[in-house]
Nanobody, 116 residues
Framework: QVQLVQSGGGLAQVGGSLRLSCVASGDIFTINVMGWYRQIPGRDRERLGTISKAGQVSYGDSAKGRFTISRDYVKNTVSLQMNYLKPEDTAVYYC??????????WGQGTQVTVSS
């Protein structure tokens, strides 16, 4: 079992920045890929990007150029740095972890609101 606890988020201005973090605990040695998703009410959850155990990052179209995913293997965290925020970035953001069990886990979700 893996537990994911998110922090960060909240309210930001258009053009501003926010950083989300997610710390993993439990069977952390089983974690392969970690990532970030978001969900806008009424829409499917959208993949922003993932980072492998080897550090390879793959971004979804919405994240390319403005968002950066990083991973700290000592602190067992994955972070999402969001720059040049737009009102359409308003959503609930989730971190994720996939494991060798195999398993897939979600963080608790964090609201991000971008105000103009």
């Amino acid at each position: 079992q893996v537990q994911l606890v998110q922090s960060g988020g909240g309210l930001a201005q258009v053009g501003g920045s926010l950083r989300l973090s997610c710390v993993a605990s439990g069977d952390i040695f089983t974690i392969n890929v970690m990532g970030w998703y978001r969900q806008i009410p009424g829409r499917d959850r959208e993949r922003l990007g993932t980072i492998s155990k080897a550090g390879q990052v793959s971004y979804g179209d919405s994240a390319k150029g403005r968002f950066t995913i990083s991973r700290d293997y000592v602190k067992n965290t994955v972070s999402l740095q969001m720059n040049y925020l737009k009102p359409e970035d308003t959503a609930v953001y989730y971190c994720s972890a996939s494991t060798t069990e195999p398993g897939f886990y979600w963080g608790q979700g964090t609201q991000v609101t971008v105000s103009s």
